[in-house]
């Protein structure tokens, strides 16, 4: 497998940094750029050569959703995944709606891992605390559903 670059898009340094140790656990995956705003990962993705763009849902000004609504809008190719520490399928249903293919919780790390994973490799993926609450199309095993 050939390594991944990440854009991460996180306002909280000290939470940025645990994720980037977590992240960093997979030589597979590469940060390139961690930036505090939507509206920095919107002037700087243009230049930077990412395979994924990982953003927390909560971000001052525009929020992750918006963000990931231009970015899919500028870049339909590009995965995005949506960071929250929301169990909320709204937001997760908004997410999915903006383009992103994947939302994680943030206090699961194997989690975060395995919805990058998986979205590289071109799926869907909800993660499994959302359990029965997120409906899509269809679901798959695992608290995982594909739409």
Known sequence: MNVSSIL???????????????????KNLNVVAVVESAEKALEQIADLKVD?????????????INLVGELHKQYPSLPC????????PEYAHRAIEAGARGYVI???????????R?????????SEEL????????????GAASV
């Open 8 to 26: 991460l898009v996180e306002d909280h340094p000290a939470f940025a940094d645990a994720l980037m140790r977590i992240l960093n656990t997979d």
């Open 52 to 64: 994924l763009v990982l953003s927390d849902v909560s971000l001052p000004h525009m929020n992750g």
């Open 81 to 88: 995944i949506v960071l929250s520490g929301h169990l909320s």
């Open 106 to 116: 943030k206090d699961n790390p194997v989690g975060i891992l395995e919805g990058i």
């Open 118 to 126: 998986r979205v590289l490799k071109g799926e869907i993926y909800m």
């Open 131 to 142: 359990g029965d609450t997120f409906i899509g199309p269809s679901s798959a095993a695992a």
